[in-house]
T-cell receptor, first 112, second 113 residues
Framework: QQQVRQSPQSLTVWEGETAILNCSYEDSTFNYFPWYQQFPGEGPALLISIRSVSDKKEDGRFTIFFNKREKKLSLHITDSQPGDSATYFC???????????FGLGTRVSVFP | EAAVTQSPRSKVAVTGGKVTLSCHQTNNHDYMYWYRQDTGHGLRLIHYSYVADSTEKGDIPDGYKASRPSQENFSLILELASLSQTAVYFCATTGKGNNQAPLFGEGTRLSVL
C-alpha cells in the first residue's frame, strides 16, 4: 500500500497560471513533509518543506497548504514558468533521520 | 559548498556480478542514505547510516549491502546483481540536529544485463 499518494500523475499549465499538486498520506505519525523538484538526469532537489504544526508555508512562488485532520497537503506554484517544468515529489517522515517515504511524483509541464 | 558526489555516474553490469556504488560527501553530515528510483516511480530507501561503521536497513534492503567506512563515504554493494536491480541509485545526506530534508547526489544509472 502506497503510504504517500500524489495526484495528478501529470499536469499541464500555461505560463502564468497556478499549478496545484496534491499529496495525501496514511501514517499519522508523519510530521515532516518536504517537496522535491527533479529535472531529467539530475538528483531531487529540496524545494520547500513543512512540519505538521503548521498549516501553510510560503517560499516565493511556492506554497504548501497542510490539513492534518484530513492527512492531505498541496503544493501551489503560482505564476508558473517554463523553467518549473519538472517532476515534483511529495515526501514524508516521522523521524527524518530514518529517511523519507516518497510519493510517485507529479510531472508538471509549463507551456509558454 | 556542500556536496554529495556519486561514482560511477553510470554502469553496465552482468547478471550475477558484483557491483559497488560509491558516495562521498563534504557536508560533514552524520546521516547518509541510499535510495533507488525506477523509471516513472518515486524513490525507495535501501539502507542508511547514522555513523561510521554502522548501517541500518531501509524499506527494500534485500539483495543489497551497505558499508560506511568513514563519515564521508558510504557504499552500496550488490553481491550478485540481478536484472531487477536495474535502476537509478541516489545517495543523500543530512546532519544531526540539522532538521533538514536530505541533500541528494546526482545519481548512478545502473543497467544489469
Amino acid at each position: 500500500q502506497q503510504q504517500v499518494r500524489q495526484s495528478p500523475q501529470s499536469l499541464t499549465v500555461w505560463e502564468g497560471e497556478t499549478a496545484i499538486l496534491n499529496c495525501s498520506y496514511e501514517d499519522s505519525t508523519f510530521n515532516y513533509f518536504p517537496w522535491y523538484q527533479q529535472f531529467p538526469g539530475e538528483g531531487p532537489a529540496l524545494l520547500i518543506s513543512i512540519r505538521s504544526v503548521s498549516d501553510k508555508k510560503e517560499d516565493g512562488r511556492f506554497t504548501i497548504f497542510f490539513n492534518k485532520r484530513e492527512k492531505k497537503l498541496s503544493l501551489h506554484i503560482t505564476d508558473s514558468q517554463p523553467g518549473d517544468s519538472a517532476t515534483y515529489f511529495c515526501a514524508a517522515s516521522a523521524n527524518y533521520a530514518q529517511g523519507l517515504t516518497f510519493g510517485l511524483g507529479t510531472r508538471v509541464s509549463v507551456f509558454p | 559548498e556542500a556536496a554529495v558526489t556519486q561514482s560511477p555516474r553510470s554502469k553496465v553490469a552482468v547478471t550475477g556480478g558484483k557491483v559497488t556504488l560509491s558516495c562521498h560527501q563534504t557536508n560533514n553530515h552524520d546521516y547518509m542514505y541510499w535510495y533507488r528510483q525506477d523509471t516513472g516511480h518515486g524513490l525507495r530507501l535501501i539502507h542508511y547510516s547514522y555513523v561510521a561503521d554502522s548501517t541500518e536497513k531501509g524499506d527494500i534492503p534485500d539483495g543489497y549491502k551497505a558499508s560506511r567506512p568513514s563519515q564521508e563515504n558510504f557504499s552500496l554493494i550488490l553481491e550478485l546483481a540481478s536484472l531487477s536491480q536495474t535502476a537509478v541509485y541516489f545517495c543523500a545526506t543530512t546532519g544531526k540536529g540539522n532538521n533538514q530534508a536530505p541533500l541528494f547526489g546526482e545519481g548512478t544509472r545502473l543497467s544489469v544485463l
